[in-house]
Every structure is written in C-alpha cells, then in structure tokens.
C-alpha cells in the first residue's frame, strides 16, 4: 500500500505517478490544514468566475490555524461559517456568493461588475442572494467592503447586465465617448410575426445596435441574423 503513494505534504497522500494538476495541489492543500477550504482565485476557478488568475492555490483557513505551505497562499479568517461551504469535484470551496466577496478584494470594480454579471446571466448567483451574503460578509476596514457596495449598489431594481464580453466593452466604449446611456436588452416587435431581443437601443433616435458575433450567431444564421 505504501509503495503506491507519496507525500504531497503533512496529511495528504496522493498515487505515486499521478501528474500534478490545480486540482491536484488544491485538493492536496485543502487536505492538509484542518478545517482549510478553496478560496478567493482557487474558487472562482472551480466555479468558472471571470476575471481572476488561474491556477493560483488559494485556501482559506480559521484564524489560528497557524499553519503555511509552500505551494498555496493560505488566508485566515474568523468568519467560515458552515452556510458558505459548498465542494466541487470532492474539493471544499467557498460558495459562489461568498467567492465574490472574497474576490472584491483583488479586483477593480469594473472587473468585479463583469464577474457579477456574468454569474447573474448564466442564471449562478441571484443578486437578492449576494446582497444577503454581504449585509452578513461585511464590516469596517474589511478589504473590498466598500467597493462591492458600491458595485451592488448600482445593480439595484430594473438593473439589466451586459451579456457577454463584447457587450460590457462597447458599453464603456459609449460611456467613454460621452454618448447617452442606451436601453440594454430590450425586446422589440419589428412586424407582426417577428419579435426580438437587441443588445442596445435609442428610442428616441430610433437605432439599434447589435455587437454579437459569430459565438452567438453561427454561421448557419449569421448572415441571416
């Protein structure tokens, strides 16, 4: 049995000539400091959040763990309450609306909105959740506290999100320009039979502006999109 295995570090124990991976160090890390759990890049990366380094290994563990390994980042805090642990793939994480929280810390707001919307559009988070998980996350002097507010704040009622990539730079291509803020997402019935939803609209200058490209028109309905 022991000639099988080898030491990743005190406490974890992986099948000798298994290639090492992120998720390889991640569980490793999780596993050797009781109580540690994927956290801040590390869990915006099991859960497919944009915006952040990949393959960092990033764990958080209760204050006084006392305890350091050479190949992850570890973070202590008195705050891992049992509602914010969630596991992905057999790993511990932090969950989504703590994920980002966490991740207020390490980005600048505009990143933080595109992470938050992109969690929002593929139907992830809800932001009623992660409202209630920062009214419990927050307080003075926490890192990112006043900068997540500021970023939910303006994603209050009737608040629609960009869709993709392309459509958060064309917005803050307008903003930049010193154009009006357009209507986003907004269905239409241009006849009869036909209703559709397009990404920018000027009511009162009647236009239009669509910037998807062929990742959500293919090319069997591209040229007739």
């Known amino acids: 049995w022991w000639s099988g295995t080898a030491s990743v570090f005190c406490g974890a124990l992986a ?78 994480v932090t969950c989504r609306e703590r994920t980002i929280c966490d991740a207020a810390r390490l980005l600048r707001p505009e990143r933080l909105g595109r992470m938050i919307d992109h969690q929002v559009n593929a139907g992830e988070v809800e932001i009623a959740d992660l409202y209630q998980r920062f009214y419990g996350f927050a307080r003075r002097g926490r890192p990112g506290v006043r900068k997540l507010r500021t970023v ?46 397009v990404d920018f609209v000027y009511s009162d200058a009647r236009l239009i502006v669509e910037v998807d490209g062929r990742r959500y028109h293919g090319p069997e309905t591209f040229e007739h999109d």
């Open 152 to 197: 939910l704040e303006a994603r209050g009622p009737g608040f629609v999100a960009p869709e993709s990539e392309l459509e958060h730079e064309t917005l803050e291509l307008i903003r930049r320009s010193g154009l009006p803020e357009p209507e986003l997402q907004v269905v239409l019935a241009f006849w009869e039979s036909l209703v559709g939803r």
């Open 15 to 92: 099948v000798a000539g298994v290639p090492r991976s992120f998720a390889h160090d991640l569980m490793a890390a999780t596993v050797s400091i009781p109580g540690a759990i994927a956290s801040h890049e590390s869990a915006a990366q099991l859960w497919g959040m944009v915006g952040l380094r990949r393959d960092q290994i990033v764990v958080t563990v209760p204050l006084g763990a006392n305890h350091r390994l050479e190949f992850a980042n570890v973070h202590e805090s008195t705050d891992l309450p049992e509602r914010d642990r969630r596991r992905v793939d057999g790993i511990a």
